[in-house]
């Protein structure tokens, strides 16, 4: 069983930092010679990853991360939307249950575009709770689906659903004896996401459309608001920090492991 874990564990590293070609990574961050490389061809692999994207509400994995979650599946790798609730608090104007029809709806939409398969968790929209049973509940339904990879947002946010979400996964991650990698997405950022600095960064450029068609499908969230206020100019300047046009960037937690390792040392 250890010695199973342990190759595997092995295996993932020696891949790649996020399994994409093309990902940006700080060399100065990498954890292990395998993954010094900067030679983006050299994480390119067969394997064919599970990647799980948690969000509190629908539209935040679409919003922080949907082009990196076309690229995965573009790549052939299979991508759960693990929503969080279905966006039962949006509007006065309709009950919970009405606005939870109307949302998972568009999260269905989005999923559909971006080749995910959209999972709900049960907590509700602007109440969400973060205690042992919710802990135990999020742990059971993320390793249920055996991910190589966990994105979640960033808990540092002023958002109490955000905060809940992030320390759900963080929660699961450190339960499972840090079984899978994590890494935290930003939304909004400088009104919800605060003091986040990525480690790491996904060119999205040649899937900003899908993204877009994605972010879109969620009719009732002002989509055009929202991505010309936030997320267009978000992507260009991460865009601008790693290099390409369009970017997404993330902060990978890095396992013990990982941790204490720097370049020539
Ligand atoms: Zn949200």
Redesign the pocket.
């Known amino acids: 069983m250890m010695e199973n874990q342990t190759s595997a564990r092995r295996d993932f590293i020696k891949l790649s930092a996020l399994g994409l070609g093309g990902v940006i990574t700080a060399p100065a961050l990498a954890a292990t010679k395998e993954l010094i490389s900067t030679n983006a061809e050299s994480y390119n692999t067969d394997k064919k990853l599970t990647i799980v994207c948690v969000?509190?509400?629908p539209?935040?994995p679409e919003f922080g991360c949907g082009g990196t979650m076309a690229r995965y599946s573009d790549a052939g790798h299979a991508v759960t939307f693990l929503y969080l609730t279905r966006?039962e608090a949006y509007t006065s104007a309709q009950t919970y249950a009405e606005s939870a029809a109307i949302r998972t709806k568009e999260a269905e939409a989005a999923c559909k575009i971006l080749n995910a398969k959209p999972v709900f968790a049960g907590q509700v929209d602007g109440n969400t709770e973060l205690n042992k049973t919710r802990s135990e509940e999020m742990t059971k339904l993320i390793l249920a689906e055996n991910p190589d990879i966990v994105f979640t947002?960033w808990p540092v946010d002023a958002?109490p659903?955000?905060q809940v979400?992030g320390l759900l996964a963080l929660t699961a991650w450190v339960k499972s004896g840090q079984q899978f990698h994590l890494y935290f997405y930003e939304?909004?950022t400088g009104t919800?996401t605060m003091a986040f600095t990525p480690t790491d960064y996904v060119d999205i450029t040649a899937v900003r459309e899908k993204k877009l068609a994605a972010m879109f499908a969620h009719k009732s969230q002002d989509p055009n608001g929202t991505y010309n206020g936030f997320f267009k100019p978000l992507e260009d300047f991460r865009g601008l920090q790693a290099g390409v046009k369009a970017a997404e960037g993330f902060i990978h937690f890095k396992a013990k492991k990982e941790q204490a390792v720097i370049l020539g040392l």
Do not use: C, L, S, Y
Request: zero cysteines; hydrophobic letters at 15%; charged letters at 20%.
């Open positions: 969000g509190a509400h539209g935040d966006g947002q958002h659903d955000h979400t939304v909004n919800e």
